[in-house]
């Protein structure tokens, strides 16, 4: 299965779906196929079947079986292109930093270079009694960090 031939497919898909962008392809070596699609505004049920259905219609023509699924990224998943990043600003997120620690604040900026979060820290002043919330504000380059996902709180 040829990857870039999937790609252009579903290129051509987000063209008249303007909103939506790709997370992730993959292709197996037996021919499965995963797509993983997300969008500003969310994703239907629908937006996958249509884009299952013209995938499978572009590649009905080759003599390769293959398997294929189409959906939408993980609410819990870890981020996997920038444009998760900018879709979440505002958001609490869960941080893995390269050397292993674990933050958890709110995402409050994202480029195409690195990311802010916001994270809440009890200090307590110099002839206080009682500890104060902060809020300090890291900066990360995505290269410095193992992952990144949208914290769902209950």
Same mark, same amino acid.
């Given at each position: 299965?040829? %990857?870039?031939?999937? $790609? #252009?497919?579903? $290129?051509?898909?987000? &063209?008249?779906?303007?909103?939506?962008? !790709?997370?992730?392809? &993959?292709?197996?070596?037996?021919?499965?196929? *995963?797509?993983?699609?997300?969008? @500003?505004?969310?994703?239907? !049920? #629908?937006?996958?079947?249509? !884009?299952?259905?013209?995938?499978?219609?572009?590649?009905?023509? *080759?003599?390769?079986?293959?398997?294929?699924?189409?959906?939408?990224? +993980?609410?819990?998943? /870890?981020?996997?292109?920038?444009? #998760?990043?900018? %879709?979440?600003? +505002? %958001?609490?997120?869960? =941080?893995?930093?390269?050397?292993?620690?674990?933050?958890? +604040?709110?995402?409050?900026?994202?480029?195409?270079?690195?990311? =802010?979060?916001?994270?809440?820290?009890?200090?307590? /002043?110099? +002839?206080?009694?009682?500890?104060?919330?902060?809020?300090?504000?890291?900066? @990360?380059?995505?290269?410095?960090?193992?992952?990144?996902?949208? !914290?769902? &709180?209950?």
């Amino acid at each position: 299965m040829n %990857k870039s031939i999937i $790609n #252009q497919i579903i $290129n051509d898909f987000f &063209k008249d779906n303007s909103g939506l962008y !790709l997370v992730d392809l &993959k292709i197996s070596a037996d021919n499965r196929i *995963t797509v993983e699609i997300d969008s @500003f505004s969310g994703v239907s !049920l #629908q937006m996958c079947e249509n !884009l299952s259905r013209l995938i499978e219609k572009k590649l009905a023509t *080759t003599d390769e079986d293959f398997e294929l699924e189409v959906g939408s990224a +993980g609410l819990t998943s /870890p981020f996997k292109v920038i444009n #998760q990043y900018f %879709k979440n600003i +505002g %958001k609490d997120v869960e =941080v893995i930093t390269a050397d292993g620690r674990k933050l958890l +604040g709110v995402l409050k900026n994202a480029d195409r270079n690195s990311f =802010v979060i916001s994270i809440e820290k009890k200090i307590k /002043p110099e +002839g206080a009694k009682r500890k104060i919330i902060v809020y300090e504000d890291i900066t @990360f380059d995505y290269n410095d960090i193992k992952s990144t996902k949208y !914290l769902l &709180k209950v």
